[in-house]
């Protein structure tokens, strides 16, 4: 029986059916403006750090001081920019990258691009951690912080979690989290729209209910957090956990694959070949809903709340829009001022030096406002908005520096690709 096409592709015989041609994959865009995203929120979480120490006014102190909502997008921004990177455009499937790569061996390879940069400023600030370490607990404490830190580890401890680099516990949080994504990965990557929606939507109630546990069950829900002490706090270590543990968190980083995967899909599962219609509005009007929760809340303009409870309910979600409209804009080609805005070559370029700025602030801000080292080095804590400067300006210029001579070294790259083959075979 003859397999010969006719001039269409059709068999020549009618009883021999044609076999589907596969789908083309599409073309994966770059989402510049994600990189504009990126470095808003780490000047939300320096400056929420350590703005209290240029004597800002009350307004500007609590808008800063809300980390804990705005580290949730980060989370959230981690998940969707991996979906994009490691699942197929327009089609129900994760990438060859992902499927054929081992498992630890991918998870290897997204860890050991920020391990490097981790141990280097953990090396090179070392001595400032260990004589704080010491001076106020002894070398015992000081050995159990430094192994902590240097496996990353600290976040499955919470009352260790902020140990020496203190924002680093969202690396740790982070490393733990991912080993899940090779596993769930290709079989979200393999769901319709609608199994999607209702993936987030359990989700969300995944990433709620421990919050309201919390808050329910400590009477906390007027408690702004970010604004009480620790000593204030019911039950800190709870608390500790709600923020700081890979298991609490790796909700909101499937939330973020969630929501890639709707907007990836748009061609596909739509009844036009073609992204939804989207506007300038699809990232504007959530952007605002984003800057009115922050705003309204320190201002007072709206009854004190947890901010975890804000983060699960309101704030990740609406980011999450936020997210999916510029990704939306950015493949229709859509007019989107603020998309533009987060796109352009500075902020673009800023985001991509988020990375050092996020790690190197945290010892920068020891040097300058840690009582123990300030006295001892500048004979106090260096307040006022002049010092914050020179502060500011000194991590951008160590960022700027560790990009360029270390982040850029091919030598550490091939440093980490090595010890990535050679971690994976021993796994």
């Known amino acids: 029986m003859s ?7 059709g068999a020549l015989n009618d009883s021999i059916a044609a076999e589907p041609v596969p789908a083309v994959p ?5 989402i510049a403006a994600l990189d504009g995203i990126r470095f808003l929120l780490c000047c939300h979480i320096v400056l929420g750090h350590f703005l209290r120490f240029a004597n800002p006014s009350e307004f500007w102190l609590k808008f800063f001081a809300q980390i804990n909502i705005t580290v949730g997008a980060f ?7 991996t979906a994009y990177t490691s699942t197929e455009v327009g089609q129900r499937a994760a990438s060859p990258k992902l499927t054929d790569t081992p498992s630890q061996k991918w998870w290897l390879s997204k860890i050991m691009g920020y391990y490097p940069m981790h141990w280097l400023v953990l090396l090179l600030f070392s001595p400032m951690f260990l004589y704080t370490d ?3 607990k002894g070398w015992p404490y000081a050995i159990f912080n ?3 830190s240097a496996t990353l580890t600290q976040a499955w401890f919470p009352m260790n979690s902020e140990v020496w680099n203190a924002p680093t516990w969202f690396l740790s949080s982070m490393t733990f989290s991912t080993a899940t994504l090779p596993f769930v990965l290709p079989k979200i990557a393999a769901m319709d729209k609608r199994s999607l929606r209702k993936t987030a939507g359990w989700l969300w109630l995944v990433n709620l209910l421990p919050v309201l546990g919390y808050v329910y069950d400590h009477n906390v829900w007027n408690l702004v957090e970010g604004m009480t002490p620790p000593k204030k706090h019911p039950a800190l270590a709870v608390f500790n956990a709600q923020r700081f543990h890979p298991v609490f968190n790796v909700a909101e980083i499937l939330l973020g694959v969630v929501s890639c995967r709707l907007a990836m899909l748009d061609s596909l599962d739509d009844k036009e070949d073609k992204p939804l219609k989207t506007n300038w509005l699809s990232t504007a009007v959530p952007f605002a809903g984003l800057l009115a929760i922050l705003t309204a809340r320190a201002g007072g303009l709206v009854p004190d709340c947890s901010d975890l409870l804000v983060r699960s309910v309101l704030f990740t979600p609406l ?5 999916m409209g510029s990704h939306r804009n950015a493949v229709a080609g859509t007019k989107d001022p603020l998309s533009s805005l987060l796109s352009n070559k500075t902020l673009v370029w800023l985001g991509g030096l988020s990375f050092p700025i996020y790690i190197v602030h945290g010892p920068l801000g020891q040097v300058f406002y840690k009582r123990l080292i300030a006295n001892k080095l500048w004979g106090g804590v260096l307040k006022g908005p002049g010092y914050f400067c020179i502060f500011l300006g000194t991590v951008f210029i160590s960022a700027l520096l560790l990009q360029d001579f270390f982040l850029k070294n091919k030598a550490v790259g091939s440093w980490s690709k090595n010890r990535v083959e050679q971690f994976s075979s021993w796994m």
């Open 134 to 136: 010491v001076t106020v």
């Open 146 to 148: 430094g192994v902590l």
């Open 3 to 9: 397999n010969r096409l006719g001039p269409r592709g």
């Open 75 to 81: 989370f959230a921004l981690s998940g969707y920019v």
């Open 319 to 323: 980011f999450l829009k936020f997210v």
């Open 26 to 30: 599409k073309k994966r865009i770059r």
